[in-house]
């Protein structure tokens, strides 16, 4: 008898601290358990944390070692240093720091589901981001103004568009909407506190009021996407026109001149980089449509992260249609840019931009 009382009361004990691990571990957790208004901590299991951040990593690792060669490419071959491929160049320095900032940053947030680097580096990162892409949306109106130029107007272009003012232009880019998205932040972050009444120890977030979001959806989206896309209508018909005539020149046994060559190249060009605008809207418009319509954080995270592929999309794009990125990341790959003179080669094959 005292032997089964024994293990009966072994069972229970067993039993007890049982009930007791599930209570603990169905318990409320915080960011900061030390702190009485911190935010409440998502649970999240080993697996789960384990294909996140190695998903995440991946990401971020792709993203920046192909711009890097973007990057690269540009800055070392000669031949490359172009007022278009100095958009290009912009664009993939936007795309690189995405990869190397805001993804991990990001990643670390979502897998974590708390903020755990401060007020003021929140501010920061608020700020960066904002610069980030909304300097990535200019740099592609940008290149749109540059390819409008270059074939709508050729005999201009080697007067209108010169390395010297595309540089002014790109600083003039980073510099406004860094500043642009610095006053943002700071007056809805750190001015205007009214809408900081239910914020909680370990989030991040800039909380805007309704104003201020069409206003900086208007500034920061719809107004550049209406000027790249009215430009690149025009220079698709021009570029369309261009092509009938140089293949009825063609078709006829007449010869085509060095002009109707280059203005061939050009409208490759254009094409190009008009894809990598289209790739561009096809990952932001959804994410803004849902951003302002959808109450799912699961939908607007992934359209989110969505958004944030697209910096690795980019060089894909220029590998497709840019013979001289091919050649150039194989140069580079090889390590052959070390030999003396290597930043002479001709990376062009022929007719290309």
């Known amino acids: ?21 599930e209570t603990e571990d169905q318990e409320t957790q915080y960011c900061f358990p030390d702190i009485n208004s911190s935010c409440v901590k998502g649970k999240r299991s080993i697996q789960e944390y384990i294909i996140m951040y190695v998903f995440f990593s991946l990401l971020s690792v792709w993203t920046v070692f192909l711009n890097l060669l973007v990057i690269i490419s540009i800055s070392h071959f000669k031949k490359l240093h172009t007022p278009t491929n100095m958009i290009i160049l912009s664009l993939a320095v936007a795309d690189l720091l995405i990869g190397l900032i805001v993804m991990p940053i990001k990643a670390i947030r979502q897998v974590e589901t708390c903020w755990y680097f401060g007020d003021t ?7 960066l981001i904002g610069a980030i892409f909304s300097a990535t949306l200019s740099n592609l109106v940008l290149i749109a103004v540059d390819r ?28 406004y909407y860094s500043a642009y998205n610095t006053a943002v932040v700071m007056n809805n972050r750190y ?3 009214s809408n900081r009444t239910d914020m909680c120890y370990g989030d991040c977030s800039v909380i805007m009021s309704f104003g201020w979001i069409l206003t900086d959806l208007f500034m920061s989206f ?5 000027i790249m896309i009215s430009l690149y209508l025009r220079i ?6 261009q092509v009938k005539v140089i293949n009825s020149l063609m078709k006829g046994g007449k010869c085509v001149t060095e002009g109707s060559v280059k203005r061939k190249s050009e409208s490759k060009a254009a094409l190009t980089l ?4 289209l790739v561009y809207l096809l990952c932001y418009i959804p994410y803004y449509i849902c ?10 995270t992934v359209l989110e992260w969505t958004v944030y592929t697209n910096s690795g999309l980019n060089p894909l794009v220029y590998a497709l249609f840019y013979h001289w990125f091919k050649k150039t990341a194989k140069l580079i790959l090889t390590l052959k840019i070390f030999h003396p003179e290597s930043s002479l080669i001709n990376v062009f094959t022929e007719n290309e931009l």
Do not use: R
Not at 236 to 241: A, K, S
């Open 274 to 277: 008009g894809i990598i605008v």
């Open 121 to 127: 580096f929140c501010g920061l990162n608020s700020i």
């Open 236 to 241: 698709f018909y021009v570029v369309h026109q």
């Open 291 to 300: 951003a302002l319509s959808v109450n799912s954080s699961t939908t607007i």
């Open 222 to 226: 719809i107004l550049p996407c209406l």
């Open 148 to 175: 409008y130029v270059a074939v709508c107007h050729p005999l201009l272009y080697p007067q209108k568009i010169t390395m010297a003012k595309m540089l002014m232009f790109i600083c003039l880019c980073w510099i």
């Open 191 to 193: 001015f205007d506190t």
């Open 1 to 21: 008898m005292k032997g089964q009382k024994g293990e009966q009361n072994k069972l229970l004990t067993g039993v007890d601290s049982l009930m007791a691990y």
